[in-house]
Nanobody, 123 residues
């Protein structure tokens, strides 16, 4: 199994920046896609940004041009750089990894989630 540990959330004023990190650890695995989701109170969880093993990225329209997702494959870590933050970005942010578990035979797909980190943007 893969465990994800997030860090970097906090309180920031509108227009400010934060960088979230998510480190993956576990037994023999290979991560395919890594994603950031967020969930605001009373709203459904939404996909914010994703990056595949080749480095291709996708973003929600609401964060394009402001957020940047990147990954360090050697460290099994994904980052979310968030600039020009808005109050509507306030949410709990969750890291997600889709991976292949090679400790199982045959290898199996897995889906891991972090514990979430709170981002609060004040106006």
């Amino acid at each position: 199994q893969v465990q994800l540990v997030e860090s970097g959330g906090g309180l920031v004023q509108a227009g400010g920046s934060l960088r979230l990190s998510c480190a993956a650890s576990g037994s023999t695995f290979s991560i395919n896609a890594m994603n950031w989701y967020r969930q605001a109170p009373g709203k459904q969880r939404e996909l914010v940004a994703s990056i595949d093993s080749g480095g291709s990225t996708n973003y929600a329209d609401s964060v394009k041009g402001r957020f940047t997702i990147s990954r360090d494959n050697a460290k099994n870590t994904v980052y979310l750089q968030m600039n020009s933050l808005k109050p509507e970005d306030t949410a709990a942010y969750y890291c997600n990894a889709r991976y292949i578990d090679y400790s199982r035979f045959p290898p199996a797909m897995g889906d891991a989630w972090g514990q979430g980190t709170q981002v609060t943007v004040s106006s």
